[in-house]
């Protein structure tokens, strides 16, 4: 499964043709899709003593953590849910803590307690907790955050 990787921003296909070794021709991944893998596979050379696993992910994890454009990050640590696979940009701002992107916001607590980047994760993390507590303060559900 490792030929999902192979894309020009290492940014991986989701859907793979096991036959030929090929995808589905999508042209975006999602947030938690992405950012799943990216520690599922990190664990997985943890775990064997194989770096190759995680070096696999390591290109599609400094977008995740680097995202643009900046309009793709709307609020301080939310970004989009949807990442062009041949550049690593997002394609959108749209997002929040639900279904399809919540395995990101999880996967930064998960991966900062293994990793040498624990400051990046732990930005993010933060930032969006501030903004929700933002947004409670003022009296806004989130319900009415999407954007």
Known sequence: MS????????????????????????TTNGLATTGTLVLEWTHLSDLTGNDTYGALTQKAESYLLSPQPATSEPWPGLVG????????????????WNGGDDSFYEYLIKVSLSSADLDASLRWWRDGIAFFRWQWDDGIRCARCMY
């Open 3 to 26: 030929y999902a990787f192979d894309t020009p921003s290492g940014i991986p296909y989701n859907n793979l043709i096991f036959s030929d070794r090929s995808n589905d021709g999508s």
């Open 81 to 96: 849910t949807n990442i062009d696979i041949s550049d690593g940009r997002f394609v959108d701002a749209a997002g929040g």
